[in-house]
Structure formats: structure tokens, C-alpha cells
């Protein structure tokens, strides 16, 4: 799904727009993370949660724009704490242990890192 020339790409786009953010990383994080809480409140909106109202979806074009953005800022918030893509793997995999333990099926993502390795 995500792949190394994406966060290439990524990483050359924060380049060129960083001279547009403030100097200050706590100002950068704030910004960021509101954004992205901006975009994931437009993802919500293209699906009907409201039942009752028997809304209809919005067209899945808009709903991969909306996850595309989220993308966006969401990189935009790895780059303005310099975490790497090992350091966020790393992190991801300790965290999806926990979620494994909580939801009862551990060794999981073992499993599948071990399967994609040898594939």
C-alpha cells in the first residue's frame, strides 16, 4: 500500500513547502495535527454515519481524495519529528503486539512479517 518511491515523494514535497511553515516545531505540530484532524473529519463526512438520516455515500473518488490528503498531512507530521520509516516500523510493530494481545490473536504480525519475507 505504501511504498518507497511514495515516501520519497513525500519527503522532496516537505522539502519544497517547509520554507512555508514556521521555524518553530511545536508551532509545525500543532499546525499539522490540526490539518489532519481537518482531513480525517472530511473522510467521516463521505460516509453516511448518520443512519437515521438514510444519507448517501459519497462517490469512492472523493473518499480516496479525502484518504490522500490524511496521507499528506500525516507525512507532513512524521517529517516535522524526523522519525524514519525503520523508526516507525519499529514503533508500528511494538504497537500492533499490544493491539494483538488485546484482541486476543499475539504473534499475528509476526507471522505475517515472516510470510512477507519469505515471499
Keep these: 500500500m505504501f511504498d518507497k ?8 514535497l516537505q522539502k519544497h513547502i517547509q520554507d512555508r511553515y514556521p521555524q518553530d516545531n511545536r508551532l509545525c505540530h500543532l499546525i499539522a495535527c490540526t490539518q489532519l484532524t481537518k482531513e480525517v473529519s472530511e473522510v467521516l463526512d ?3 454515519w448518520k443512519f437515521e438520516r438514510g444519507m448517501e455515500p ?10 490522500a490528503d490524511v496521507f499528506n498531512f500525516y507525512m507532513r507530521l512524521l517529517w516535522v519529528h524526523d522519525v524514519t ?7 508500528w510493530i ?11 490473536c499475539p504473534g499475528l504480525i509476526t507471522t ?8
Excluded: N, T
Design 5 to 12: 518511491e511514495m515516501y520519497d515523494w513525500c519527503c522532496e
Design 46 to 48: 463521505c460516509i453516511p
Design 58 to 67: 459519497e462517490p469512492r473518488e472523493r473518499l480516496l481524495e479525502e484518504l
Design 85 to 91: 520509516p525503520e523508526e516507525f516500523r519499529h514503533a
Design 94 to 104: 511494538k504497537k500492533s503486539e499490544v493491539v494483538e494481545r488485546r484482541l486476543g
Design 112 to 119: 505475517v512479517l515472516k510470510h512477507q519475507e519469505q515471499g
